[in-house]
């Protein structure tokens, strides 16, 4: 894997897009000062996730978008393109070339592609572990930066050599899987005691269905007696009325019986 192609535009001193290609060997970046050999160091560094303002020799990260000159007014985006040979597949991707793309708005909004499909920071991280490149790695190392890493602590210096012997990956894997258990842990823990909870509310809801269930078979029976109650009344009632219609016909014969007498005497 080799740095195949770099594209710049409105970063920092370079306000035209420009496109510097690189061969497999060694090349060496030459030019009087101030003519931007640090400005393209910055940009690896930034195109490959720093977000030190302080690393990439700034105040704030507005400060990598071309500010503007008394010729030329300043730019409101700043963007940079690395395409990296991976014929050899180091990086972990399918693809002969990558092209890892960040940009950066005024507004403070950013943007990452890695082969022109939009993806996240993590995604870019990702992507350079244990590679030597990405914002941790000693790909790119600055003056004094080699001072630095032997006066530091052991455990940073240990870290250093983690990622350059490729452990580094496996240990943030590792640590990445942990804190996955750990929150598996606890939303077990919130499950039981919801499982607890519930099994507490069980019982009572289980007489309140078995009440229920009494209640509906009290009702059906309570309608069944009413009912058999109503229909009883009507058939009392049709005999009460079948004995008047009988009374009521003996009346009417003893009427008629009557009328027949008194015309005989009269």
Do not use: H
Request: some cysteine; hydrophobic content about 35%; proline content about 2%.
């Amino acid at each position: 894997m080799y740095l195949k192609k770099l594209e710049i535009q409105g970063f920092k001193s370079f306000a035209d897009k420009i496109s510097l290609e690189f061969g497999s060997g060694i090349t060496s970046v030459v030019g009087p000062n101030g003519s931007g050999k640090s400005n393209i160091a910055d940009a690896i560094r930034w195109v490959l996730g720093e977000q030190s303002i302080k690393t990439l020799r700034g105040s704030k990260m507005e400060d990598v978008i071309f500010a503007g000159t008394e010729q030329r007014k300043p730019l409101g985006f700043s963007e940079v393109s690395i395409t990296l040979d991976n014929s050899d597949g180091v990086l972990p991707v399918d693809y002969s070339e990558v092209t890892v793309t960040r940009r950066v708005f005024r507004s403070g909004e950013s943007e990452y592609y890695i082969n022109k499909t939009l993806c996240r920071l993590k995604d870019i991280n990702e992507l350079f572990l244990d590679t030597g490149l990405g914002k941790d790695g000693y790909s790119v190392i600055s003056q004094g930066k080699i001072d630095e890493i032997l006066s530091t602590k052991s455990e940073d210096r240990r870290r250093i050599f983690e990622e350059a012997s490729g452990v580094m990956k496996y240990k943030v894997r590792r640590q990445e899987a942990e804190k996955k258990l750990e929150l598996t842990k606890q939303n077990l823990l919130r499950i039981k005691d919801i499982s607890s909870e519930l099994e507490a509310q069980l019982e009572p809801l289980k007489k309140s269905s078995e009440d229920a269930k009494k209640y509906l078979s009290l009702r059906e029976k309570l309608k069944e007696l009413e009912v058999n109650v109503f229909i009883d009344s009507i058939t009392k009632l049709k005999e009460k009325v079948k004995e008047f219609d009988s009374q009521l016909d003996s009346i009417k014969d003893d009427i008629s019986s009557t009328r027949q007498k008194l015309e005989i005497f009269t």
